[in-house]
Structure formats: C-alpha cells, structure tokens
C-alpha cells in the first residue's frame, strides 16, 4: 500500500530527473578531471548516450538501478502496488538498452554501462578508477591496431621492393 496520496506521488515522481542526474554528475567530473573530453547525450547516436567520448569511440551509460531493472541489486524491488504497469515498463526500458547497445556496436562504438549502485561511497573510486582503466586500454588497443596494420603494409612494400630491385633488407 502506498503511504503518499495520489498528487503527492505525482509530485514526487515528477521531480526524478532523466538528465544531469547525481550519478551522471559524478562521472562526468571525474572524467574531466582526468583530462577526458566528451559530449553528452548525443542525438544522432541511437538511445542517445549520456556520455559520448569520439577520440574513443565509446558510449557511457549511467543507469539507475531501479529505472533499468539492475538484476540482483538491493536498489532494485518491484513496487508491491501496481505491479503489472512497472514490471512492463522495466521489461521495456531493459529491451530498449539492449537494442541500442546492439546498434551502436554495430556502428563500431564501445558501450560501457555504469550503474547507480557501483557509485556508492565505498565503490565509487574502484568504479571510476576501472573505467579510466578501460577507456585507456580501448585507445591503445584501437590505435595499436591501426600502428601494426599500417606498419606491416610498409614492411610488405619494402619486401617487394627489394625483390624488384634485387637489394637486401
């Protein structure tokens, strides 16, 4: 049973915010005191990401743990009142993060899903220090890549090089 009358649960639910949320705050200010630039919620890109970092091609979602149905959290419970209604609408949210995650990796994007939970007190530094972590191992690793590639297309020319003209390596 619901413990506020029906225009105080409006208004309380009216003032949850989907943008510039506290979670968000606190990776975007971590991001940037660590030197990382980005953009947020990024139009053209589908489910419109909160963080967009294009030096990385990465994505950051930051989910709410009841608002994206975070299996096996304490923040998650399914409301006892009108259950068929939020049990729907979470089955939705999660269906609808699924398929975006699935078209931005098809897009060639790194999608990285930071939940409300992991930004508590006692997680947070060992959260935020994991995602500098990750973001700096998909640079190197993308630009390793594209090093090695263009590194072994010299060394093949060269290679044909000398066969032509007859001199070693």
């Known amino acids: 049973m619901d413990t506020l009358d029906k225009i105080q649960r409006h208004n309380n639910m009216a003032a ?4 510039n949320t506290k ?3 606190l990776v975007r200010r971590f991001l940037f005191s660590r030197g990382f ?14 963080i967009v970092m294009r030096k990385y091609r990465t994505c950051i979602f930051v989910n709410g743990c009841f608002w994206h149905g975070h299996e096996g959290c304490a923040a998650f419970r399914m409301p006892k009142t009108n259950t068929d209604f939020w049990q729907q609408k979470i089955d939705r949210n999660r269906a609808r993060d699924k398929r975006d995650l699935i078209a931005l990796a098809a897009l060639g994007w790194h999608c990285i899903t930071i939940w409300e939970c992991q930004l508590r007190p ?8 994991s995602l500098e972590y990750t973001l700096n ?4 690793n993308d630009h390793a890549a594209s090093y090695t590639m263009l590194e072994e297309e010299n060394s093949l ?7 032509v003209t007859g001199y070693p390596k």
Do not use: C, V, W
Request: no cysteine.
């Open 157 to 163: 020319d060269r290679a044909a090089e000398n066969e």
């Open 122 to 129: 006692k997680q947070r530094l060992a959260t935020l220090t």
């Open 16 to 19: 949850i915010r989907s943008k």
């Open 37 to 50: 630039r980005y953009r947020l919620f990024h139009k053209r890109l589908p489910g419109h990401p909160d």
């Open 23 to 25: 979670p968000e705050m």
């Open 137 to 140: 191992s998909i640079f190197l």
